[in-house]
């Protein structure tokens, strides 16, 4: 039986890597380009470190890692029997794989407080895990691709994050729509309806309106203690049609009475000003049904859809100001994003906008005719190299029509034919396998050509 991976996992090929590198390499410029700079924490951490950050949905997702040893010595036959499935996991497992990377950003400025500048800038390229169903655009284990800003409550960093997503996505040609909300309007809807104990009962499930509808909306919230007067009092928001001036016009009224709400509401509206005076391309929505299900988030929230292919969410974040509380470093401000690269990949291969000389690498191959001119070959290619040209020298003396196939097979644009008359003339025949095109030309204007 033929070896294989585990469901929601995936091989990347060569090709396929240099499409994703396309895509980390372009969202790793933008983040350099407003000054972030690059981090990296553990695949697993503590599991006390996970716990109780993402919400009891997000809990039941968490991959957690048996402890090393005998691992059921601390478990007896009683609590084996007695404790839920959760519970048997608390004593069996220390450690998890990281559900995303924020968390773990968090108990990194903690744990390093001392060393930091606030505000700290700061993005991370890794992989994550999940323990949920796999579908389409949904994986167990992918990567994301997250900015942060620690140390500073200014809605201008807001202003900037949304900047680079606007920016990121017109490098690649993606049109999208950028969603924002406010968790201190939904705090304030929640305490207007007169269910303030309820907001992460509702923020959970207004965020699945788009998969589950209104009635399953409602269905989720009759279940979780709402009434239908209450649910009622939902409608004409979640039905908000109109300008985000209009909108934002009818939601102060709604929330006259909320301070809270009235606070979402402003902060709402100076992050749209600002981005409106930047951004004269990308269209910025306020979307009260935004709700963005994990529980951290405490003042704006992001969402990013595509628009011209069906999938989920393929950027999303938000200001989480309390976060780094948890471990015991209270009152420090974060607003981050996070670029969900599997599904970028996915838009992009289905929009077809990747580079078409993406997947090329090697530039230029000198084929071999024996020992001898190998040997030469080898000194032409340390040269071209040296020039930052990437250079391949084919390994056996086979017959030239194979050797031709392999270069066709790779897409390398430029074949090096090196024999006795070319040892002899100190010069290299240069087949340009694009044209058919072919020259002599000595190494330093082999060099000049394929640097042009």
Known sequence: MKPSIPKGTRDFTPELMARRNYIFRTIREVYALYGFQQIETPAMENLSTLMGKYGEEGDKLLFKILNSGDFTRSVSTEDYDRL?????????CEKGLRYDLT???ARFVVQ???AL???FKRYQIQPVWRADRPQKG?????????ADIVGSDSL?????????VAEVFKRFGIRVAIKINNRKILSGIADVIGAADRIVDITVAIDKLDKIGIDGVKD????????DDQLAMLDPIIALQGTNAAKLATIRDVLAQSETGLLGCKEVETVLSGLGALDGETAFELDLTLARGLNYYTGCIFEVKALDVAIGSITGGGRYDNLTGIFGMPGLSGVGISFGADRIYDVLEQLDLYPADIATTTRLIF???????????????????EAGISTEVYPDAAKMKKQMQYANAMHIPYVALVGDSEMASGKVTLKNMLTGEQQTLTIAEVIACLQS
């Open 84 to 92: 839920s499935a959760l519970q048997l996991a608390a004593k069996y």
């Open 103 to 105: 968390v773990p950003f």
């Open 112 to 114: 390093h407080r001392e």
């Open 117 to 119: 500048q606030m505000p």
């Open 138 to 146: 949904r994986y167990r284990e992918f990567y994301q691709c997250d």
């Open 156 to 164: 201008i960093n807001e202003v900037e994050l949304m900047n680079i």
């Open 220 to 227: 989720e919230l009759r279940s979780a203690g709402l009434s």
């Open 367 to 385: 084929l071999n005719f024996g020992p001898v001119e190998a040997a030469h070959c080898l000194t032409l290619a340390k040269a071209t190299r």
